[in-house]
C-alpha cells in the first residue's frame, strides 16, 4: 500500500511555469507506475501523464504533451510533473496517482492510490 501527498500547486500567470510533487509513503514506491491527474470544476477528472515504475517510459495526454514533463526519483519516493507555459485551461486539481497497468500508447482509466490533490490557478 502506498500513502501519496501532493505539493507544489499555486496561483500563476498565463505563460508561467510550476512544478508539482507527489512524495510517497511507503517501501514499494519503485514498483509502482505513477500518474497526474486533473480536475477543473465542473469538469470530469482527466489524465495527464504517466510514468513506469523505472521511469524509462512516460505517456501524455495530447493537452501536456511539449509543455509538461513527468518524471520521479525512485530514491527520494516522489514523481514530479513540470509544468511550462501554462494556459488559463490548464486551471484545475491536481492529483497524484499509483497502482496500474502502464501504458504506452493509452492512458490509465483507473488507479489503486490516489492523493488529495493540490489546486493550480493559471490567471489570464
Known amino acids: 500500500q502506498v500513502q501519496l501527498v501532493e505539493s507544489g500547486g499555486g496561483l500563476v500567470q498565463a505563460g508561467g511555469s510550476l512544478r508539482l510533487s507527489c512524495a510517497a509513503s511507503g517501501r514499494s514506491f519503485s514498483m509502482y507506475n505513477m500518474a497526474w491527474f486533473r480536475q477543473a470544476p465542473g469538469k470530469e477528472r482527466e489524465f495527464v501523464a504517466a510514468i513506469s515504475s523505472n521511469g524509462d517510459r512516460t505517456y501524455y495526454a495530447d493537452s501536456a504533451k511539449g509543455r509538461f514533463t513527468i518524471s520521479r526519483d525512485n530514491v527520494k519516493n516522489t514523481v514530479y510533473l513540470q509544468m511550462n507555459s501554462l494556459k488559463p485551461e490548464d486551471t484545475a486539481v491536481y492529483y497524484c496517482?499509483?497502482?496500474?497497468?502502464?501504458?504506452?500508447?493509452?492512458?490509465?482509466?483507473?488507479?489503486?492510490?490516489w492523493g488529495q490533490g493540490t489546486q493550480v490557478t493559471v490567471s489570464s
Open positions: 496517482a499509483a497502482g496500474f497497468p502502464f501504458s504506452p500508447v493509452s492512458p490509465p482509466n483507473k488507479a489503486n492510490y
